[in-house]
T-cell receptor, first 118, second 118 residues
C-alpha cells in the first residue's frame, strides 16, 4: 500500500521569503510519480509540479521546486519568493506505477495549510 | 491543459433523496476517471475508479450500492449518491489522467461539487 505523510498541518511564511513544505512517501513500486497540488478556498485542485521516480534532477516550475531525496523517500516542495496569493492548502500526492489508466490513481497526504503574511 | 468540468458545482438536498453529479472531460477522451471525496479540513480520499464500458472499481469501505457510478461515454462519468444522508455531505471531486504516453502528465481535476444534505 502507498502512503503519503505531511507532518506540517500549518505553516506561516512572510511575503517574499522562501518556504519548504515537507512530504515523505512509502511505496514498494519502483516506478512512481510524485505531485504537488495547491487547493485554494474555492476548492479547485491546481497542479504545481511533478517528479518521476527515475528523474535524476529535481523538478522546477517557476517559483516551485521539488527537493527529491529518493533514499529518504522525501519530496519536499520549496516555494521561493512567497506571495500573498500562495496562501492555500498544499497537498502532496503519489501515483504508484506508470501513468496508465486505472494505475494513475493518486494517494494524497493530509495537506499543509500555508499562510503568507505581510 | 485539458479541462474537466463538473455539474452541479453545489447542491443542497433533503435527506433520503438521490443526487447525480456529472464529470465531463471537455477536450479529451477519458477511458478512466476517478472520484474523490473530501470532508472539511481533510484530504482527498479516492472513492472509486470509473471505467468506460465496464463496472467501476470501488475502494475499500465505499458502498457501491450507495454511490452509483456510470461511465456512459469517453467524456462523461456520473456519480449518483442514493438516499443521501447528512453524513454524505462533502466535497466530491472527479479527475481524469492525462495521456499515458506522457509519464509526467498531471491528473486533471474538475472544480468539485459541494453536497449538503439537510
Amino acid at each position: 500500500a502507498q502512503k503519503i505523510t505531511q507532518t506540517q498541518p500549518g505553516m506561516f511564511v512572510q511575503e517574499k521569503e522562501a518556504v519548504t513544505l515537507d512530504c515523505t512517501y512509502d511505496t514498494s513500486d519502483q516506478s512512481y510519480g510524485l505531485f504537488w497540488y495547491k487547493q485554494p478556498s474555492s476548492g479547485e485542485m491546481i497542479f504545481l509540479i511533478y517528479q518521476g521516480s527515475y528523474d535524476e534532477q529535481n523538478a522546477t516550475e517557476g517559483r516551485y521546486s521539488l527537493n527529491f531525496q529518493k533514499a529518504r523517500k522525501s519530496a519536499n516542495l520549496v516555494i521561493s519568493a512567497s506571495q500573498l496569493g500562495d496562501s492555500a492548502m498544499y497537498f502532496c500526492a503519489m501515483r504508484a506505477g506508470p501513468n496508465t489508466g486505472t494505475a494513475s490513481k493518486l494517494t494524497f497526504g493530509t495537506g499543509t495549510r500555508l499562510q503568507v503574511t505581510l | 491543459g485539458a479541462v474537466v468540468s463538473q455539474h452541479p458545482s453545489w447542491v443542497i438536498c433533503k435527506s433520503g433523496t438521490s443526487v447525480k453529479i456529472e464529470c465531463r472531460s471537455l477536450d479529451f477522451q477519458a477511458t478512466t476517471m476517478f472520484w474523490y471525496r473530501q470532508f472539511p479540513k481533510q484530504s482527498l480520499m479516492l472513492m472509486a475508479t470509473s471505467n468506460e464500458g465496464s463496472k467501476a472499481t470501488y475502494e475499500q469501505g465505499v458502498e457501491k450500492d450507495k454511490f452509483l457510478i456510470n461511465h456512459a461515454s469517453l467524456t462523461l462519468s456520473t456519480l449518483t449518491v442514493t438516499s443521501a444522508h447528512p453524513e454524505d455531505s462533502s466535497f466530491y471531486i472527479c479527475s481524469a489522467p492525462g495521456l499515458a504516453e506522457l509519464e509526467d502528465n498531471e491528473q486533471f481535476f474538475g472544480p468539485g461539487t459541494r453536497l449538503t444534505v439537510l
